[in-house]
């Protein structure tokens, strides 16, 4: 019953499926006409000359093939004639695989004439220039130049690469970014560990790609830096690592490769001869070279030898996932794993010339390729992503929990300790199984060998070799299960909370929000980079952050209404107490009343916009705005969709991710922060956030709100974050905030706020009409109108008003006027903590340009 249900079902959906399909291929066919016909020629040419199954055959590839013997010979048309062919079945499929979905949307971007430009240039560039290097390289007189010399390539990859890296120059800042690193990154590594006459092409018109994008397709309308926001400054970061662990896994699993990097692979060879062969050979007086040749095979032989060697790689790729999340634990340990490297190289370098001075008396069982590709990986590879780290280190501020890494040591240790106590008690009792036989002192000794990947080991000899089953476990997989427990470990260190301050503090913050409530802006104290004064009854704090001699607080005090004048009053002489000027920032009305008859001195640095859900209604023609968006979503089939971002499925998250990148980025200017959320902010499970999404489940717009509590009890929501995709559905914010207000509503919320718009409608409201009061309301003033046209605080104002809410004054409290410099300095740090002297340059010559 449930099999003929779900055939019928398959059935019904099947012309759905296939009219999907069909509206796909008709597509691509019509508005990307060229990326079709050269699918269609390209399979003809394939089947006309028998290259389908097995790539073309040696006299067809002689034709048709681009390398510097063809070149010589006068075939010029092989520079075009490369294109067209594919060395196997699978390069065919995947040609056709990167046409249909990469090749064919660009062209419908660019449009054909500009697209078959774009392909010819890069497809002749990068053939010539491969080919060219070659012949360069062969002249210097290289080893891997010499096999490259020789060698004939065929591949579509090299224009649709090509093709790629052009139309960049079109893509909005993050994804510009985004495709560049992630493309050269990847074709660079190809070249260094594969090595092949078309790898070396791929990159060459990956070049020219990006050289004659402009040209073809115009310069973007505003240049950008490389990376927009911290977090996608950490991605990319994190994916050059990666991708300097990766090849030598590449290297090692790909039985061809000969790039100038690939001598791992040659580690990975087998023996056919026993320890007992090996033994007798060496005991019969034969070659010391060829005995020292075979015991190195004996030692590199096998599954686990070829895994530990690769266990340090994959060690990397953890490390890299923290340097994505912006650990800085992660940094410290990317940094001495490649000092480490570097060590090797510089003693690497000293054994080599001890090897020079006497042949074969350090260096064996690698032949001089894989020793100078052994070399060459410790020297170039570290160094450059040891000043990559160095030049990126402010990106990785990310704090682990209290004792996270001290429990990552103890563990460590313990590990270490066991499989010490495991290799050498049951080393002995496997002791017969080893060639000499074990001794306590020998496997002792021989343990911290266990730990080290083989190739490292090249200039030691081995001490003992397994001859049977239990001692050949113990011998090859004692260093896996180390390497292994060391990266799930350290990953583990990675997935735990990241804070700034003590954990502890930020739970007891919460506890007293939920238990005693707080303003609108009050959840914001629980986020990263505040710390903590509590009371002395223990009901009520004050987050603040000390910038110079500054204390700023964010928002108002969190206390009992009774206690604010004594929490306000505690606060001040615990600042004194340390030489800091307080300055209460973002309060309410209230707390300036109080500070008011303490003497102190305000502004107002914000208004903020808050809508009473029990007279809410959008009717009327001052709704008109807000209706029109709610009508064109349904159209639209655009719905609401609430979702908690730290459990939301990676197909959202990335979406979101990227919809605030490319936000951030397009600004070309550095991300504010303190009272202005990110990402980062998102990642609360008592945050909610809501997202417009339509039937095909693409995000066009979230927004998040945070609780308000009172007594226990949530009685509002504050929005925060709020992202629009660029090319999405418009009205989308406008949609997603009468959304929320209706839905919440339901759910018994008493109001919404919108939050405030920083330094927007900054009026004078000081306590007193003091000279230096003056000053800064002037002074904020001429900020905000100053930083409208890069950050639109008044504009955002202007659009909260669509929703007609109503206005609550922000204010800045603070008892010494005199220090009005200092708390300047210290607001424009709170908003841009990140803001260096380059960036600074920029972002002056950003608001002259649009000013």
């Known amino acids: 019953m449930n099999f003929t249900a779900a055939a019928r079902s398959a059935v019904r959906a099947l012309p759905r499926y296939t009219a999907s399909a069909g509206a796909f291929l008709r597509e691509n066919i019509v508005r990307a006409p060229a990326s079709a016909l050269f699918v269609l020629v390209m399979w003809a040419a394939a089947i006309a000359t028998s290259s389908v199954g097995h790539g073309p055959s040696p006299s067809v590839l002689a034709q048709v093939g681009v390398g510097t013997e063809s070149l010589r010979q006068g075939r010029v048309w092989t520079l075009l004639s490369a294109g067209l062919w594919s060395p196997s079945l699978t390069g065919y499929l995947l040609a056709t695989l990167l046409v249909l979905l990469v090749a064919a949307p660009l062209e419908k971007r660019l449009r054909t004439p500009r697209w078959v430009a774009a392909a010819v240039l890069t497809q002749l560039g990068g053939t010539a220039g491969g080919v060219l290097f070659t012949s360069i390289t062969e002249r210097i007189g290289l080893r891997w130049a010499s096999t490259l010399h020789s060698g004939v390539a065929v591949s579509p990859t090299t224009w649709i690469v090509g093709v790629l890296m052009a139309s960049t120059v079109s893509m909005s800042t993050l994804w510009r970014w985004r495709v560049r690193v992630v493309t050269v990154t990847l074709l660079i590594t190809l070249v260094l560990f594969g090595g092949h006459l078309q790898d070396v092409i791929r990159l060459v018109a990956a070049a020219i790609g990006l050289s004659v994008g402009p040209l073809l397709l115009g310069r973007p309308t505003r240049r950008q830096p490389m990376v927009g926001t ?10 050059v690592v990666a991708a300097s662990a990766i090849g030598p896994i590449l290297a090692a699993l790909s039985p061809n490769a000969i790039g100038p990097f690939a001598g791992l692979k040659d580690v990975f060879g087998g023996s056919e001869a026993t320890v007992g062969d090996i033994r007798a050979l060496c005991a019969a007086g034969g070659d010391p070279q060829e005995c020292r040749e075979g015991l ?70 690698l032949d001089e390729t894989s020793q100078i590709a052994r070399s060459a990986i410790p020297v170039l590879t570290p160094i450059v992503i040891v000043a990559l780290l160095l030049w990126s280190r402010g990106l990785f501020d990310a704090a682990a929990p209290s004792g996270t890494y001290r429990r990552f040591g103890y563990a460590a240790a313990v590990t270490v300790a066991t499989l010490f106590v495991v290799f050498v008690g049951a080393g002995w009792l496997a002791r017969a199984g080893f060639d000499p036989v074990a001794t306590p002192t020998a496997l002792i000794a021989e343990f911290p060998n266990r730990l080290i990947p083989p190739v490292d080991l090249q200039w030691l000899d081995p001490r003992l070799l397994p001859t049977n089953t239990p001692a050949t476990l113990l011998f090859e997989w004692t260093g896996v299960v180390f390497w292994l427990v060391q990266t799930v470990a350290m990953f583990r ?124 209604a959008f009717t009327g023609k001052k ?34 991710a990227a919809i605030s990148e490319e936000w951030m980025t397009d600004k070309g200017m550095p991300e504010m922060g303190f009272t202005l959320g990110g990402l980062n902010e998102l990642d609360d499970r008592d945050v909610r956030c809501l997202i417009a999404v339509d039937e095909h489940r693409t995000v066009h717009a979230v927004t998040s709100w945070m609780p308000v509590y009172r007594d226990g009890i949530v009685v509002g929501w504050t929005m925060d974050f709020m992202r629009r995709r660029a090319d999405g559905f418009r009205p989308a914010i406008e949609f997603l905030i009468a959304s929320a207000a209706m839905m919440v509503k339901d759910e018994g919320a008493q109001f919404l706020s919108l939050s405030g718009a920083p330094l927007a409608h900054a009026v004078t409201a000081a306590s007193s009409d003091s000279p230096a009061t003056g000053v800064m309301d002037r002074s904020l003033d001429l900020l905000g109108r100053t930083l409208e046209p890069v950050y639109g605080f008044r504009s955002l104002l202007a659009f909260k008003s669509k929703f007609q809410p109503e206005y609550s004054p922000m204010y800045m409290a603070f008892p010494d006027p005199a220090a009005l410099a200092s708390i300047g300095s210290a607001i424009t740090k709170a908003y841009l903590p990140e803001l260096s002297t380059r960036q600074s340059v920029r972002l002056v010559t950003a608001l002259l340009r649009r000013s």
């Open 230 to 239: 911290q977090r996608e400054g950490r991605l990319l970061i994190a994916l």
């Open 493 to 616: 260190t990675f997935t735990k909370p990241a804070y700034t301050v003590d954990s502890g503090d930020v739970v007891r913050a919460r506890e007293i929000l939920r238990s005693f409530g707080g303003g609108s802006l009050s959840w914001m104290t629980t986020w990263p980079g505040n710390q903590y004064w509590f009371d002395d009854s223990g009901t009520g704090f004050i987050a603040y952050r000390v910038i110079g001699r500054v204390a700023v607080t964010t928002g108002s005090p969190v206390c009992p209404p009774g206690d604010l004048r004594a929490t306000l009053l505690g606060f001040a002489d615990f600042c004194v107490g340390n030489g800091w000027t307080p300055c209460l920032y973002s309060v309410s009305g209230e707390v300036r009343s109080v500070t008011d008859t303490l003497g102190w001195s305000s502004v107002q640095v914000a208004q903020e916009a808050v809508l009473n859900l029990s007279t809410l």
């Open 296 to 365: 190195a095979a004996l030692r590199l032989s096998g599954i686990g030898p070829t895994l530990l060697a690769i266990m340090p790689t994959v060690f990397v790729l953890a490390v890299a996932d923290g340097l994505r999340r912006g650990r800085r634990g992660a940094w410290w340990t990317a940094v001495i794993a490649q000092a480490v490297l570097i060590g090797l190289a510089v003693l690497n370098v000293v054994l080599r010339y001890i090897d020079s001075v006497t042949p074969g008396s350090v260096f064996y069982g």
């Open 623 to 656: 709704f008109q705005d807000v209706r029109t968006a709610l009508n064109r979503a349904g159209k639209a089939a655009v719905h609401a969709e609430w979702l908690s971002y730290p459990d939301a499925p990676f197909a959202i998250t990335d979406q979101i």
